[in-house]
């Protein structure tokens, strides 16, 4: 039977279509999820949303983004409310259990993304903003209050079965869910989930998912304090290292929430630290209680490290906690999720617009899943040291840490598989797979990001020499089959090119190559290919074009 779905685009109710086909069905709608939906309802496509919540899930779980996911939030049209209204870390600290520093980094920086480094935020306000960008576009419909329940491969299409719900308890926000009695069925081309570490679309395609060998229940707790004017003793961001309880600590958004996390020790449950009473004996010795502050949730979860074996499988593809999880300790679960839609995005677009084969889109989890994987190694890694709690092993960890000795953290990885320019021996080029810089650029006298006048999407641009004027016809195919940006940033007011004053643009493109160049950014920010002359450059646009499929005679991209 026909359904209607909650939408919060129009007046309140939308009805579903049974027979329309959509070209992607999205299940699952938090920040991973809203932000492919933004990309690709941008893009002109037809989209139908699944949430079982019917309102913007209002409890915060991830707190962090780094200068890289900023950029795809820059992409989207939330970066300046979140650089607004959330909290530049600064220093990420090693405690002892007395409270002493065993370590400290100096964590904050501006990165080279044209963002500060690293933020802490509150997650229902990006949701909230997310979700404003997505429902400007009325090709999207929302089925809020609905539940996925299958998933059907076809020849052609997807189909996904639906059912209306609603919550156990309408007054909280707890797990319960009661099934109703209306359903409906979606048909799309594709069907992305972004439903999270029980994804139904991942259980639906039979995909498997790879155990990296870490486990832990924590307690995470996030306080408000009702007095504005009381200052937390606080780090930025800091690892308790008591061998008693490990604990992290750090500023959830500012001043305004603090969020913690308690590992739970042998012979606690799940049920008696989930209390507020266990919640508050625990953030007593910052000066917290019911007095002067209130519990925004209290919740333990149990921190893995998984990642999906498969991410795509026929129709069906997976995206942030449905195709991993990862310890928290380095906050790049969440950012990891966005890197996820990214990709996704671009990829898919070139296929649904008919440019590029299907075949594009096996190269998703090929590039994704290695570099989510050393991520998540990572984050384990980190995780192992936190929670060491035998007394001896926690004494020779803190020497380690007081002498000094102690690398600052890896910077992430780039991409190291995928759509990257080869050499002639098929071995990666120099600098394929590096994440590119994003300068500010003078734009009548105000400071600028790149992206802002270059665009979000495929992008060429050199210093030194107009790569326009270099390319062949069969590169400037390439170049107008993938509507890339072209562009030239100088130093000074050179005639048609954009003027990067500081010279950050020119300094970090001549580390890539020798002597004036030229680099080839996906849509993702990953260099393709850094070139050093014009014939290296249409020699690259040639080999994009065959890496990705498309013909001399390209469709054009569907409006």
């Known amino acids: 039977m026909a ?75 939330v970066a300046d409310d979140i650089a607004e209204n959330s909290w530049k870390l600064t220093h990420y600290e090693f405690l002892d259990a007395n409270s002493e520093v065993l370590h400290a980094f100096d964590w904050g920086y501006e990165a080279k993304s044209g963002w500060y480094s690293d933020y802490s935020l509150f997650q229902p306000h990006l949701e909230g903003l997310l979700h404003d960008q997505v429902a400007r576009h009325p090709q999207v419909d929302f089925f809020r209050g609905w539940r996925a329940e299958s998933v059907a491969d076809h020849p052609d299409h997807v189909a996904v079965q639906i059912r209306r719900g609603s919550r156990t308890d309408a007054d909280s926000w707890s797990e319960g869910w009661t099934q109703g009695t209306e359903a409906q069925e979606l048909r799309a081309r594709y069907v992305v989930g972004c439903d999270g570490a029980n994804s139904l679309v991942r259980t639906s395609s039979k995909i498997e998912m790879d155990d990296f060998g870490f486990e832990a229940d924590w307690l995470v707790i996030f306080a408000d304090p009702a007095d504005r004017s009381l200052v937390v003793d606080m780090p930025d961001m800091a690892q308790i290292l008591d061998p008693k309880r490990p604990t992290t600590a750090f500023r959830a958004s500012g001043n305004r929430f603090c969020r913690w996390e308690f590992m739970l020790m042998p012979g606690e449950t799940v049920e008696q630290m989930s209390t507020p009473e266990a919640a508050w004996g625990l953030i007593a010795r910052w000066g917290l209680n019911p007095d002067n502050a209130r519990l925004v949730r209290n919740t333990v979860f149990r921190f893995r490290s998984l990642v999906a074996h498969e991410w795509r499988s026929g129709r069906a593809f997976l995206v942030g906690d449905a195709a991993h999880l990862m310890p928290p300790f380095m906050g790049q679960g969440m950012c990891s999720g966005l890197r996820d839609a990214k ?80 050499t002639p021996s098929g071995e990666l080029a120099p600098h394929a797979g590096l994440l590119s810089m994003q300068p500010w650029i003078e734009v009548n006298g105000a400071r600028v990001h790149a992206d802002d006048v270059l665009g979000h999407g495929w992008t060429v641009v050199a210093t030194g020499w107009d790569p326009r004027s270099a390319m062949s016809a069969d590169a400037h195919t390439v170049v107008d089959s993938l509507e890339a940006s072209v562009g030239r940033i100088e130093t000074d007011d050179t005639a048609e090119a954009l003027k990067n004053t500081d010279g950050t643009f020119a300094a970090w493109l001549a580390e890539l190559v020798v002597g004036p160049g030229a ?41």
């Open 343 to 422: 990709t996704l995005a671009w990829k898919l677009d070139l296929v649904l617009s008919g440019r590029v084969p299907e075949a594009l889109l096996d190269t998703y989890g090929l590039e994704r899943r290695e570099h989510v994987a050393e991520i998540v190694e990572a984050s384990l890694r980190t995780g192992q040291m936190i929670s060491i709690t035998d007394p001896q092993r926690a004494k020779e960890r803190d020497d380690m840490l007081r002498s000094g000795k102690v690398s600052p953290p890896s910077p992430l990885p780039g991409l190291a598989d995928g759509i990257l320019a080869r």
């Open 3 to 77: 359904g209607f779905g909650i939408s919060e685009h129009g007046h309140g109710l939308q009805a579903g279509n049974m027979s329309e086909m959509y070209d992607v069905v999205i299940v699952g709608y938090g920040p991973t999820g809203q932000t492919f939906a933004a990309l690709m309802a941008s893009k002109g496509y037809r989209i139908a949303v699944v949430e079982r919540w019917p309102e913007v899930f209002p409890l915060p779980r991830a707190g962090h983004v780094d200068h890289e996911v900023m950029r795809i939030l820059q992409a989207v049209g």
């Open 519 to 559: 680099v080839i950014i996906r849509p993702d920010f990953y260099v393709f290919a850094a070139v050093s002359s014009p014939e290296e450059l249409d020699a690259a646009l040639i080999q994009l074009g065959q890496q990705l499929g498309l013909s001399a005679h390209a469709k054009a991209p569907v409006a």
